[in-house]
């Protein structure tokens, strides 16, 4: 058995060859799972649970305070990934089916935000192996659209001089002088009304927050994450009044 994180208070940030090897071995076909990666490591993938792993979805807020329980009295976690506004916690294989019925025994149960738990039968998406690169910088005008907005080819000459042999526009046709023709009336541009819809902030994309980075990750098993659970459910009951729910992904050791 692999030791515990916090035995090493060691959180990877990025998933590493072996813990590709490791994700890739729930699938039925792990080869086709890492020729996948091999062509877009930025991008995610549906694994099945249940062979592997399992995995417990929970409310940011209350995952995070799962979370910070684990670390900071516990065991510590294995892979942690954040995606949709949600913590997904990865446990032993059939957890999922075990911790709820855990759960239903304890008095601290209806502080608990629901949990969805994926078993043997489900599948979940996984974030990639490596963070997506950021926007690409602007590209910079095309030469021609440079030239079509002043700029001159080498060896042109300047309007109105003698070798270019063009005239220069007069006063009136440069604008140089004001016409007396009236300007048309143009339509005032639309102001949005009050309460109108606007453009809504882009979720943030998946990313682990604890990466799998060995062959054979340690992972909680149900009764570990009832206790976290627990505690964090009766943290919850306390000072939970008032609290906004937020999507801020959980704060782990460094």
Do not use: K
Request: glycine residues 10%; charged residues 15%; aromatic residues 6%.
């Amino acid at each position: 058995m692999s030791r515990t994180p916090q035995d090493s208070l060691h959180a990877a940030v990025f998933v590493t060859p072996a813990g590709a090897d490791w994700l890739a071995s729930a699938s039925a076909s792990p080869r086709g799972v890492q020729a996948l990666w091999a062509g877009a490591p930025t991008a995610p993938v549906t694994l099945p649970c249940g062979t592997a792993f399992d995995v417990i979805s929970m409310d940011a807020l209350f995952g995070r305070r799962v979370v910070g329980r684990l670390w900071t009295d516990g065991p510590g976690t294995g892979p942690v990934a954040a995606q949709g506004g949600r913590v997904m916690l990865f446990a032993t294989p059939g957890t999922a089916q075990r911790l709820p019925a855990l759960l239903g025994w304890e008095e601290w149960r209806a502080a608990a935000p629901p949990l969805l738990c994926y078993g043997r039968g489900d599948a979940v998406t996984v974030p990639p192996l490596f963070p997506p690169d950021p926007d690409p910088p602007a590209t910079a005008p095309l030469e021609q659209d440079a030239l079509g907005h002043g700029a001159q080819e080498p060896g042109a000459r300047e309007p109105g001089s003698p070798e270019s042999g063009v005239p220069e526009p007069s006063a009136v046709e440069s604008g140089a002088v004001e016409s007396s023709a009236p300007e048309p009336d143009l339509p005032e541009p639309a102001v949005p009304e009050p309460g109108g819809t606007r453009e809504s902030t882009p979720a943030p994309s998946p990313r682990w927050l604890v990466a799998p980075d060995v062959r054979n990750p340690w992972l909680p098993g149900p009764e570990v994450l009832l206790w976290a659970c627990v505690r964090a459910a009766r943290t919850t009951g306390n000072d939970l009044v008032g609290t906004a729910v937020t999507s801020a992904p959980a704060v782990l050791p460094s």
